[in-house]
């Protein structure tokens, strides 16, 4: 599997992507309302944004973009059949790594309030908090690794090394 960055070229494979997967499709129609276009992606991938794919035998299986204006994961997307076998967190360390590259010491994201989603469980494990429930989403944060308190080295009687 080859992780790289996204090009122009591959703005309709994502969009085939963002339509395919399990939980949260959104067609081009329903991404057009929001005025999210093949148009307006290029626009913000030249500006403010980055993102990555993942492809299998030159076929685009997940991609991740994030917001370096505002520190946003923007979105992140798998195929269903490719689910559980490292595309994700793999998009989602090259989006975080970008945006800690770029001195942002937390990040956000919004996703679906319900908490049975898989996005819910993913964005948790992997060191996500739930930060407010506002106009129906889930905004969720995260700070950069080397910010985050380390756990006490005081430890309790009879814990440490004989």
Sequence with gaps: MILRLIQPRDLSGIFEVRAATRENPLSRAALRDLGITEESTAELLRT??????????????GFAIGDGKTGELWVIAVLPECEGRGV???????VEDW?????????WLWTSPDQQKRA?????????????LK??????????PDQVPAPSSVLA???GPA
């Design 88 to 94: 994700g967190q793999r998009l989602l360390d090259a």
């Design 99 to 107: 945006l800690w590259s770029l001195g942002w010491s937390e990040v």
């Design 135 to 144: 106009d129906g989403r889930l905004y969720m944060k995260k700070k950069r």
């Design 48 to 61: 403010t944004h980055r993102g990555w794919l993942c492809e299998q035998k030159d076929r685009i299986v």
């Design 157 to 159: 009687p009879g814990c």
């Design 120 to 132: 819910f469980a993913f964005y948790l494990k992997r060191g996500w908090i739930v930060s407010a």
